[in-house]
Structures are given as C-alpha cells and as structure tokens.
C-alpha cells in the first residue's frame, strides 16, 4: 500500500507530473496509470509536482488525446492553456482499478478510453473538478492525506468540468465500491483487441508511440538525473583514489630511498678511521675545506676583483694560529656529532644532511 498513512486516507492526494495532472483535472484524461493498484476509492485530489513540463511533452500528449478522441468522433477538444507546478489543482472520483490487458478488452467502454491503457494498473476515474485558484502546496510520493485547513479551503473552490467525452464505468456491484477491480473482468476477448489493433492508422500508431516515448523519457529524466549524482561519486571516487594511491606510492618509493640512504650511512657509522675518527668527519671536513678555500680565495682577493692577495707564509706564526684555530673546530664538531649520534642511536640514525647542517652553523 502507498503513501504516508498506510492506506487510512481521509482527503486522499495524489501528486502528478504536468501535464498528465491538467490533463486528467479537466477530463481529457479518464485513466490514470501506475504500476500499482488504487488503494482508494471516490474522491482523489490532484496535485502538480514542482517539475516545469517541456513543450514538446506537451505537444506528444495533446496530439495524443487528439487521436484517440477521434476514433470516437470527437474533434473539439479544449485542452488547458496553462500547465501550473507545485499546485493543488482539483480532484476526480476514482471508481475502479484494471489492468492494462483488462481494459484493452472491456467492450463497455469507448475505444478511445481502451486506447489509454498503456500501463500495468490502469485507475478509472471519473467527474472531474478544478479549483477555480489552484493552491500551492508542497507534495509527497504515493497516495497521501490532504492537510485539514488545504481541504476545507479547497473543497469550497471546486467547479465542474465539462468533459469532452464522459464515461461512465459500470460496476459490476453498485453497493461495493471495490467491486470493479483487478481480476473482475474477463480477458477471453481476442476477436475484440485483434480488430481494435487492425483498425489503428498510422496517426493514431504515431500517436501512441509518441506518448509512449514521452512518459519513458520523462521517466528517464529523473533515473538518469539520480545515475549520473551517484555515478559522479564513484568517479570523483575512484579518481580521488587513483590520485591517492600514486601520492601513497611515490611517497612510499621516497620513503624507501632515504631509507636505504639513512641505513648506508648507520653503516658507515661504524667505521672508524685509525685516528679515532668517523668517515662523516672527514667528508665533512673535505668539504669546509672546500668552503674555507673558496671563502678564503674571496677574502684574499684585491679590491678590483682580479689579482688575489697575498696570503701568510707557510709554516710562519700567522698560519699556525690560523691551523690551531681550525684543528680545534673540527674536534668540537666532532663531540657534538659523536653526542648527537649516541642519543638518536635508538631511534633511526641522523643522515648526512644533518651533519651538513651542524657544520655549517659552526663555521658560518
């Protein structure tokens, strides 16, 4: 059972898109088809949905009735002039519910209303009435109950439509409301729908494939709006992941490498020269040389930047100093770098870096 009250409807409502709602308010339209039964019987109010119809769904379903009303004879049709949204627009009186190869073969009725049943369940409905001023209203899925206050304005607005062709459905029990249901009519009528599919002409085929073609498209409107929402989520989904995922590799490939970098050079912590000395000290110390005699080079260069200076004899005083100086930074580095190599020992040994590093805010 649809709708928000579980079938216990007092002013039953049931939401439609346009133009299917105008068009079954002002009795162009006499079966309302669903794939599911009409839970209700009598009044059933019609509420537009928010969705703005668009033109050429329009034209397919007004072409539509055109046709199936001339196979009655009927030309004049006066077909509603505006198509409103979100909007209470009137009610019908729902009398029964067939299904669709039930009323194809039910000889009681008017061809052009055999001719609407192109749905599983097929709702007969019957004395349509408009609202004079259409309420706007907000509206639910199924079949729902009508808020009291909406209801008692709206029933004092109702004004009677001149249908173009009335139908009246027989039920086969007048005092049981429900009798005219699915299953009460016999489909063992084969000479009846083969003469109705031979009579058919090409307009009114035309027609019904474009009504057809307008109900699946409209369906496929909202599935494909919902398709493509989820479907953007798997794939900003799985585009974020890809992404991730290289980000996660190149920095594990990175972290491998200074890795393997940091557990060469534990290695080599190892190692000691004859003088008591680490392998680090000596590379670092090759290369302050290398930065002293740069620094030196420039200290010692003349104002015009092209002769160099003279610089202290070897072996006199002025370079003694100077190598006594040096000798006693090197070995200060190297305790700081032996006490900083004993206290991360138990954590991942320093890299070179760090020792670069070290060097460079001493002598700077």
């Known amino acids: 059972m649809r709708g928000n009250n579980s079938g216990n409807y007092r002013n039953p409502c049931l939401t ?44 397919a379903m007004e072409y539509f009735y055109r046709e199936i009303y001339a196979v009655n004879g009927i030309t004049d049709i006066k077909f509603p002039e505006h198509y409103p949204t979100s ?7 729902v009398v029964g519910c067939l299904r669709q190869e039930e009323l194809a073969c039910w000889g009681k009725v008017p061809e052009s209303v055999r001719l609407e049943a192109q749905t599983n369940y097929c709702w007969l409905c019957e004395h ?37 062709l009335p139908v009246k459905f027989p039920l086969p029990d007048p005092h049981d409301s429900f009798s005219l249901q699915p299953g009460c009519i016999s489909v063992s009528s084969p000479n009846l729908e083969a003469s109705s599919e031979a009579d058919r002409s090409s307009t009114l085929t035309l027609a019904i494939a474009g009504a057809q073609e307008a109900a699946l498209q409209f369906s496929k409107k909202d599935q494909n709006s919902q398709t493509v929402v989820q ?4 794939y900003q989904t799985n585009t974020s992941y890809k992404e991730t995922e290289t980000v996660k590799s190149y920095n594990l490939r990175s972290l491998s490498r200074s890795r393997e970098k940091d557990k060469t050079s534990s290695t080599n912590y190892s190692e000691t020269f004859d003088d008591g ?17 740069s620094s030196r080079y420039n200290q010692y260069r003349g104002a015009d930047g092209r002769q160099p200076l003279q610089q202290p004899a070897k ?22 770098i032996r006490s900083s190599d004993a206290a991360l020992s138990h954590t991942q040994p320093p890299s070179k870096v760090c ?5 460079a805010c001493n002598y700077i």
């Not at 088809?33 to 009409?38: I, K, N």
């Not at 509206?139 to 004004?159: C, F, H, M, P, T």
């Not at 000395?277 to 005699?293: I, S, V």
Request: aromatic share 12%; hydrophobic share 30%.
């Open 315 to 336: 072996g006199s005083m002025a370079s003694k100093k100077e190598e006594k100086r040096r000798v006693e930074r090197y070995e200060g580095s190297s305790r700081q």
């Open 16 to 59: 439609m898109h346009q133009p299917w709602a105008s068009l079954l308010v002002y009795g162009i339209k006499r079966i309302e088809g669903r794939s599911w039964p009409a839970p209700v019987r009598g009044r059933l109010w019609i509420h537009a949905a928010s969705k703005v119809p668009d033109e050429s769904t329009i034209r």
């Open 128 to 164: 349509p009435q408009k609202l004079l001023i259409p309420f706007e209203m907000r509206g639910y899925q199924g079949v729902y109950n009508l808020e009291k206050k909406i209801y008692e304005a709206a029933v004092r607005g109702l004004s009677p439509v001149a249908s173009p």
């Open 355 to 359: 020792y670069h590093l070290l060097f």
């Open 231 to 234: 479907n953007n989520i798997p």
């Open 87 to 93: 909007r209470l627009l009137g009610c019908v009186e």
């Open 277 to 293: 000395t680490f392998p680090l000290y000596h590379e670092d110390k090759r290369n302050y040389g290398q930065y002293e005699g």
